[in-house]
């Protein structure tokens, strides 16, 4: 195996397919030596994990539709490689699953073809040569958005990979080191038609909620206070030349800065996981957007 | 509202301490006192689940870790659980000296016999909550 994978079950302790899920991950960890990321673990402790997210892909696996395990990645910014949804795998195997909570010969029969279909899309990645399939990126993957309606207005929020601070600024890891910075989707349409941004350059050193750049739209001047502690690595000159991308495209197009993260474990603790912004920002819409 | 007393494990996925919580609260709630006793799963608890969180509200709980990071005693009480007994796998070993668990995927007949005596360790605190050890 060329790629490395760690694994995200969720717990799965009350239900019989938490017990396939828990069976699987469990496999994966026995036959081809994947790390197991605990769940509650990581959701009480994620700089523990920070170097295995960063060496490895990650796998998700859930076994119902609360979807524990996806929603700790959620909130912890991570990028998934592989979504696993337990149900949809079982439907696969044509096998009926038991109901008892103890391991049976069905249920190790079930998870050993779930495993085997995990394994082999994993080596069928493996086997892929890298000129005609480059490593996927974070920023090659597409965005899922929870969606707040309000009046006339559709306001999106990603689901996964994104940490926003309370100025309504996002951050994205694109790599162990670097991020990238933009606006929301909510300030974007607060502000309206942006027609001027003036982006810091290139070398420029700035500290968590520092000022440093601004934003002009017809409805207000805005400043840019960065969410996190870095160094400007890239702008994003398409902004700077067509602004309205920024409208358009909030979270992919309408990026600004790329930085170099120089204090991130601290600034996170200061910024807000997708469902926590998303908590938040509804009641600035209630202000904001009245009907 | 249910009487049942919930045992609430760690999920311990990825290591052979997690492994007993888990076969203890299945040993428990399944086999001994499956009239007196519930499990519940931690991760409904942590991503507040809001009948997770109605639920340890109302009931008594015994938590039970796998390691020192004790997610199971801290995420209840965070919510203002009611914890009666607090059980840490470590703490029975070292009473237990020379009985080694196995691995996370097989704990051999120490680890299985360090279930046994979770297990009796929950069940008395579970008949002492209900009356019937005094």
Redesign the interface.
């Known amino acids: 195996m060329d790629k490395k994978y760690c694994v995200l079950p969720c717990n799965g302790l009350d239900k019989p397919l938490g017990q396939i899920t828990r069976e699987t991950a469990l496999l994966l960890y026995e036959k081809l030596n994947l790390e197991i990321i605990c769940p509650v673990l990581l959701n009480n402790d994620p700089v523990k994990f920070k170097d295995t997210f960063f060496d490895n892909n990650l796998i998700v696996i859930d076994g119902c539709m609360t979807r524990c395990a996806s929603k700790i990645a959620a909130n912890n910014g991570l990028s998934i490689s592989k979504k696993v949804f337990i149900p949809d795998e079982i439907k696969k195997t044509g096998l009926a699953p038991d109901k008892t909570l103890r391991i049976s010969e069905n249920t190790i029969k079930i998870t050993e073809l779930i495993y085997k279909d995990i394994e082999a899309l994993i080596k069928m990645e493996d086997d892929i040569p890298t000129e005609s399939a480059p490593k996927t990126t974070v920023l090659d993957e597409k965005i899922e958005f929870k969606i707040h309606t309000h009046d006339k207005y559709i306001f999106r929020f990603p689901e996964s990979g994104f940490l926003f601070s309370e100025n309504d600024f996002w951050v994205r890891h694109i790599s162990k080191d670097t991020a990238r910075i933009g606006l929301s989707d909510f300030m974007q349409q607060y502000l309206s038609d942006i027609m001027f941004v003036e982006l810091p350059a290139v070398g420029k050193e700035f500290e968590q909620f520092d000022e440093i750049a601004g934003i002009e739209s017809t409805k207000s001047v805005y400043q840019l206070i960065s969410p996190v502690s870095g160094i400007v690595t890239a702008i994003n000159k398409d902004v700077e030349e067509t602004p309205e991308l920024i409208n358009e495209s909030p979270y992919e197009k309408g990026w600004m800065l790329e930085i170099k993260l120089t204090n991130f474990d601290e600034d996170r603790e200061l910024l807000l996981k997708c469902e926590e912004y998303m908590e938040r920002t509804i009641k600035k819409i209630n202000l904001e957007f009245k009907k | 509202m249910s009487k049942k007393i919930i045992i609430l494990?760690?999920?311990?996925?990825?290591?052979a301490f997690?492994t007993i919580t888990?076969e203890t609260?299945?040993k428990v709630t399944?086999e001994l006192r499956p009239n007196d006793s519930e499990?519940?799963?931690?991760?409904?608890l942590?991503?507040e689940?809001e009948e997770a969180l109605s639920k340890i509200k109302g009931q008594k709980v015994i938590t039970i870790d796998g390691c020192a990071?004790l997610?199971?005693q801290?995420?209840v009480e965070y919510h203002s659980g009611n914890i009666v007994e607090s059980i840490k796998v470590m703490d029975i070993i070292r009473e237990n000296k020379g009985l080694k668990p196995g691995t996370?995927?097989n704990i051999g007949e120490d680890g299985w016999r360090l279930v046994e005596i979770i297990s009796e360790k929950v069940c008395n605190i579970i008949d002492t909550e209900n009356g019937r050890i005094k």
């Open positions: 494990p760690c999920s311990g996925i990825g290591k997690g888990r609260v299945f399944g499990k519940m799963c931690l991760s409904l942590v991503k689940d990071k997610c199971s801290k995420s996370v995927t």
